[in-house]
């Protein structure tokens, strides 16, 4: 980095290449291994594909009660479902 600060200082411009040496080893110290992260990360993918899961078998046992099977569908999608129907309407 300090070559950088001395390369810039004195006048010069950075070619291309130099300026994706630059990016690649800034953007490298985002993506170092954290477990921390790779620890969130991965409680964050099994949560989901539970919650994914008791949505799944909520909507097919309550198939027949639509009203107690909204329950187990996410307000997200359903939100978005609705806006595409109303965009559909509209056209």
Do not use: C, W
């Amino acid at each position: 980095m300090q070559a950088l600060i001395n390369h810039l200082s004195q006048g010069f411009a950075l070619s291309s290449v130099e300026m994706s040496g630059v990016l690649s080893a800034a953007n490298g110290y985002l993506y170092r291994d954290d477990e921390g992260k790779l620890i969130r990360d991965k409680a964050y993918t099994l949560l989901k594909e539970v919650v994914d899961e008791v949505r799944d078998y909520g909507k097919f046992a309550f198939r027949n009660a639509p009203e107690h099977a909204k329950g187990y569908s996410s307000k997200y999608e359903r939100d978005r479902a609705k806006a595409y129907r109303r965009s559909l309407k509209e056209e």
